[in-house]
T-cell receptor, first 111, second 114 residues
Framework: QKEVEQDPGPLSVPEGAIVSLNCTYSNSAFQYFMWYRQYSRKGPELLMY????GNKEDGRFTAQVDKSSKYISLFIRDSQPSDSATYLC???????????FGRGTSLIVHP | DAGITQSPRHKVTETGTPVTLRCHQTENHRYMYWYRQDPGHGLRLIHY???????DKGEVSDGYSVSRSKTEDFLLTLESATSSQTSVYFCAISEPARQLYGYTFGSGTRLTVV
């Protein structure tokens, strides 16, 4: 079992839908939780990060961490076609304080 | 991507040849990383550097070497390219205080080994 599990998708939704992207993990030492967005043929870019449990909101994006269940989520409200991308979760600290990445979930928002 | 440049962007090479990929940054960040990204595997760490001449291996370092003689440059060398090294390679940088949540990635190098 990988330390971080993420369904690769693709997840296809209509424009305006609420999207929920999720990751589970097994290492209870993880304290930092990140979401990266990666457009096709581009490098990942940091979208949001949270420390420990709780929620964090940034515009249409909300990151949620449930450490008791070892489960993190990214919610996108009023999804737009421009949100179509691969979303990677990452968390740490891992060995040498390098975060561990999930495999990414491909999201398609169709007009 | 602002402050971090990977070269070349695309390369096709033959099996058995050495290949060097370059990552150049203008942010003066101390930490630099090389990842490869493959379908079904996500991002996997190859090597990383915490400063000039200070490098270490990641989870998939076999067949790769790195060098960092200047803060701004981190080179990844495939000593004798194999088809299994066909991949997209990403460089990333971070500051020590943001190591856990502040990576900036380059745009990637798409390498094909034939």
């Amino acid at each position: 079992q990988k330390e971080v599990e993420q369904d690769p998708g693709p997840l296809s939704v209509p424009e305006g839908a609420i999207v929920s992207l999720n990751c589970t993990y097994s290492n209870s030492a993880f304290q930092y939780f990140m979401w990266y967005r990666q457009y096709s043929r581009k490098g990942p870019e940091l979208l949001m990060y949270t420390y420990s449990s709780g929620n964090k909101e940034d515009g249409r994006f909300t990151a949620q961490v449930d450490k008791s269940s070892k489960y993190i989520s990214l919610f996108i409200r009023d999804s737009q076609p421009s949100d179509s991308a691969t979303y990677l979760c990452a968390m740490g600290p891992g060995g040498s304080y390098i975060p561990t990445f999930g495999r990414g979930t491909s999201l398609i928002v169709h007009p | 991507d602002a402050g971090i440049t990977q070269s070349p962007r695309h390369k096709v090479t033959e099996t058995g040849t050495p290949v060097t990929l370059r990552c150049h940054q203008t942010e003066n960040h101390r930490y630099m990383y090389w990842y490869r990204q493959d379908p079904g595997h996500g991002l996997r760490l190859i090597h990383y550097s915490y400063g000039v001449k200070d490098t270490d291996k990641g989870e998939v370092s076999d067949g790769y070497s790195v060098s960092r003689s200047k803060t701004e440059d981190f080179l990844l060398t495939l000593e004798s390219a194999t088809s299994s090294q066909t991949s997209v390679y990403f460089c990333a940088i971070s500051e020590p205080a943001r190591q856990l949540y502040g990576y900036t990635f380059g745009s990637g190098t798409r390498l094909t080994v034939v």
